[in-house]
């Protein structure tokens, strides 16, 4: 059964692992491997229509507050509005800032693609109780809402340790950094061209991809 980003937002908040079924008409595009790779947890994470005209793309932390800000507060309007009618879609870059959000990348990254955006909704809807909550055990509340999405144990253990996955990922913060200067979080990217560090709300956000 697939998870959508509202009903695992849901069940995240109720704290119940009550039967999710996707949103009519939210559309989650498959991770396909890289042609150098045969591992799904490289391919591109995207959501919505790619035969969009507007392509965002979005380097993020799953620790960064602004990050979360903007997916609690812009994002429900800009996927009501802007990605279920087909306008945008979003191609997702994980850069994450440090230790726990690499480590939240990689459990995110080990899941189906479908439920990648929902995953990491999830994160940023709870990342005061799992990222900075006094002495939590972040590994341990992240391995809990990644349940929710449909991750075994063994899974999720050996997501986390996996060096070859966390290099690919560090890798790709690295270039993003030498060749577009991306160096904060959230940035956005809209068609290759504009780009834009820092929270935006939904007149700000409409304005940069153009529609406003």
């Keep these: 059964m697939l998870v959508s980003r509202r009903s695992l937002l849901t069940v995240v908040s109720a704290g119940t692992a009550a039967a999710a079924l996707a949103r009519p008409?939210?559309?989650?595009?498959?991770?396909?491997?890289?042609?150098?790779?045969?591992?799904?947890?490289?391919?591109p994470r995207t959501f919505g229509d790619t035969s969009a005209k507007i392509m965002v793309e979005e380097y993020f932390s799953l620790t960064c507050t602004h990050c979360a800000a903007f997916a609690n507060d812009t994002m429900p309007e800009v996927t009501k509005k802007l990605v279920e009618t087909g306008k945008i879609y979003f191609l997702y870059h994980d850069f994450p800032l440090d230790q726990v959000a690499l480590m939240a990348a990689m459990v995110a990254r080990s899941l189906p693609a479908e439920r990648y955006e929902p995953f990491t909704a999830a994160l940023f809807a709870s990342q005061d109780r799992w990222a900075f909550a006094r002495g939590v055990n972040s590994t341990e509340e992240i391995w809990k809402i990644a349940a929710l999405a449909g991750m075994d144990r063994p899974t999720f253990d050996s997501a986390i340790a996996d060096t070859t996955l966390?290099?690919?990922?560090?890798?790709?913060?690295?270039?993003?950094?030498?060749?577009?200067?991306?160096?904060?979080?959230?940035?956005f990217r809209v068609n290759a061209t504009t780009q834009h560090a820092g929270e935006m709300d939904y007149p700000s956000f409409v304005k940069l991809v153009g529609l406003g």
């Design 25 to 43: 008409g939210q559309a989650f595009a498959a991770a396909m491997p890289d042609a150098k790779t045969e591992d799904f947890r490289q391919g």
């Design 166 to 187: 966390k290099n690919w990922i560090l890798a790709g913060q690295d270039e993003a950094q030498k060749k577009l200067g991306v160096d904060s979080t959230p940035t």
